[in-house]
């Protein structure tokens, strides 16, 4: 009921940095694990990163270890910190909100209408 709003996608080059941002109400944020999904054209749509309510985090194998997952209790606000960015990483990517996760994926609920990432080999 209850939309997510992301913001931060743009273009950059490979290797090039971008932050992606999530806001939702408190009444989502305060008891839902939160993460993002992507999808490029004629792809699967594939989870990326999830941080549940804990603090707890997992990332799908490709993005471990460049992309960073964290969310700010205050502002009821998830970032993805996305860094080394590939052409491959090219895709729209989905807040997405929900009680259960399993591994890096969750239990969708709740979903954003998704900003554009492009990277520029």
């Known amino acids: 009921q209850e939309q997510l709003v992301e913001s931060g996608g743009g273009l950059v080059q490979a290797g090039g940095s971008l932050r992606l941002s999530c806001a939702t109400s408190?009444?989502?944020?305060?008891?839902?694990?939160m993460g993002w999904y992507r999808q490029a054209p004629g792809k699967q749509r594939e989870s990326v990163a999830v941080?549940?309510?804990?603090?707890?985090?997992n990332y799908v194998d490709s993005v471990q270890g460049r992309f960073t997952i964290s969310r700010d209790n205050a502002k009821n606000t998830v970032y993805l910190q996305m860094n080394r960015l590939k052409p491959e990483d090219t895709a729209v990517y989905y807040c997405?909100?929900?009680?259960?996760?399993?591994?890096?994926?969750?239990?969708?609920?709740?979903w954003g209408q998704g900003t554009q990432v492009t990277v520029s080999s």
């Open positions: 408190g009444s989502i944020f305060s008891i839902n694990a």
């Open positions: 941080i549940t309510s804990g603090g707890s985090t």
């Open positions: 997405a909100a929900g009680r259960l996760t399993f591994g890096v994926r969750i239990g969708v609920e709740y």
